[in-house]
């Protein structure tokens, strides 16, 4: 049996943070603020590897409710997602992402990411796709003030 699921996720980029994209730290003046580490790229594929097997989302596993989550590693939760999956018996076939951010440029950035994330959840590199794209200035894009990602993957048994 094949299944899909969908995560998407956004934070709020700040200066004195760190910006950490896919379990990669990225040179930047504004970073993403969030409860663990604000990275929205394994945030969004937590939550589609969660959704393909209708198990929640990530805050059902890992709340920011929760102290013990505070600055936590995002490739942590990848890897825990990944157990859930492994455990029902499934075994992710792709990934495909895709980064909403207008600043800073992270093109030179993507093919680390995309190893992180593959060794990560031991995935060949091929079966993951990271895509980047801009908001044209709408929106909190306009002054750099956010970040997005959206996810999408695939199981099998």
């Not at 996720?9 to 040179?27: F, N, R, S, T, W």
């Not at 492994?86 to 993507?110: A, C, F, H, M, R």
């Not at 190893?115 to 044209?136: A, C, F, G, Q, Y």
Request: charged content about 20%; aromatic content about 8%; overall charge positive.
């Amino acid at each position: 049996m094949i299944r899909t699921g969908i995560g998407y996720d956004a934070h709020q980029l700040g200066y004195d943070y760190p910006l950490i994209i896919g379990g990669v730290k990225i040179p930047s003046k504004k970073g993403s603020i969030g409860h663990s580490d604000g990275d929205v790229l394994s945030h969004s594929i937590v939550d589609a590897m969660l959704g393909s097997l209708s198990l929640g989302d990530i805050g059902k596993y890992f709340p920011s409710s929760e102290q013990k989550w505070k600055d936590k590693s995002s490739l942590f939760f990848l890897k825990k997602a990944n157990q859930l999956i492994i455990d029902k018996g499934y075994k992710i076939n792709n990934i495909d992402s895709t980064i909403i951010l207008q600043e800073p440029k992270i093109s030179n950035y993507v093919h680390k990411i995309i190893k992180k994330i593959s060794s990560e959840i031991h995935i060949p590199s091929d079966n993951v796709s990271v895509k980047l794209t801009t908001k044209d200035m709408l929106g909190f894009h306009k002054n750099s003030s956010g970040i997005e990602a959206l996810a999408i993957i695939t199981v099998s048994n």
